[in-house]
T-cell receptor
Framework: GQSLEQPSEVTAVEGAIVQINCTYQTSGFYGLSWYQQHDGGAPTFLSYNALDGLEETGRFSSFLSRSDSYGYLLLQELQMKDSASYFCAVGKGSTLGRLYFGRGTQLTVWP | GAVVSQHPSWVICKSGTSVKIECRSLDFQATTMFWYRQFPKQSLMLMATSNEGSKATYEQGVEKDKFLINHASLTLSTLTVTSAHPEDSSFYIC????????????FGAGSRLTVL
């Protein structure tokens, strides 16, 4: 089976940097993904890591260490609109897109 | 950008009735779609994988006779909640694999079902 651990809540101020950690246990590793979801909205894709290292996309970066079963999402230059839930997810098998999601981290950005 | 449309966005029904939720990929073809369920302030739970032209693959613990999935075309998957009961009340979200890569899911906006 799979299990994922991520903090339930994180708060920060505008302009700050926030790191959301995710540790996972899975039988067979098929990549670590991150999704953002605003209240009542559709989750949107942020990043995907299959190999160790850092992936950078604008203000957001994601890191993976397969040996530590650990990853994180780094959000820089925080903006109010970044207030949302952030989910890490691992593949549930070789079928791409079949994901097991963590419980999500609620990020609140204060002015 | 790619759009996945869900309809209806919210529905209220009486206990014992059936409800159909549609999921359409508007500007790309999706041979594979996924249905998730989300309780308030909680995670997304994968219910099933919907494959165009073949039977859906259900996750462990999901009743296939309760949640009927049909994927009759490359742009449409439907989820029918049969004989709905209050415990089926939830937020149902579909997603499609693509078009930005097989590792990227494009999600619909979800359908909130309330069973009275």
């Amino acid at each position: 089976g799979q299990s994922l651990e991520q903090p339930s809540e994180v708060t920060a101020v505008e302009g700050a940097i926030v790191q959301i950690n995710c540790t996972y246990q899975t039988s067979g590793f098929y990549g670590l993904s991150w999704y953002q979801q605003h209240d009542g909205g559709a989750p949107t894709f942020l990043s995907y890591n299959a190999l160790d290292g850092l992936e950078e996309t604008g203000r957001f970066s994601s890191f993976l260490s397969r040996s530590d079963s650990y990853g994180y999402l780094l959000l820089q230059e925080l903006q109010m609109k970044d207030s949302a839930s952030y989910f890490c997810a691992v593949g549930k098998g070789s079928t791409l897109g079949r994901l097991y999601f963590g419980r999500g981290t609620q990020l609140t950005v204060w002015p | 950008g790619a759009v996945v449309s869900q309809h209806p966005s919210w529905v209220i029904c009486k206990s014992g009735t059936s409800v159909k939720i549609e999921c359409r990929s508007l500007d790309f073809q999706a041979t594979t779609m996924f249905w998730y369920r989300q309780f308030p302030k909680q995670s997304l739970m994968l219910m099933a994988t919907s494959n165009e032209g073949s039977k859906a693959t259900y996750e462990q613990g999901v009743e296939k006779d309760k949640f009927l999935i049909n994927h009759a075309s490359l742009t449409l998957s439907t989820l029918t909640v049969t004989s709905a009961h209050p415990e089926d009340s939830s937020f149902y979200i579909c997603s499609a694999r693509g078009p930005y890569g097989a590792n990227v899911l494009t999600f619909g906006a979800g359908s909130r079902l309330t069973v009275l």
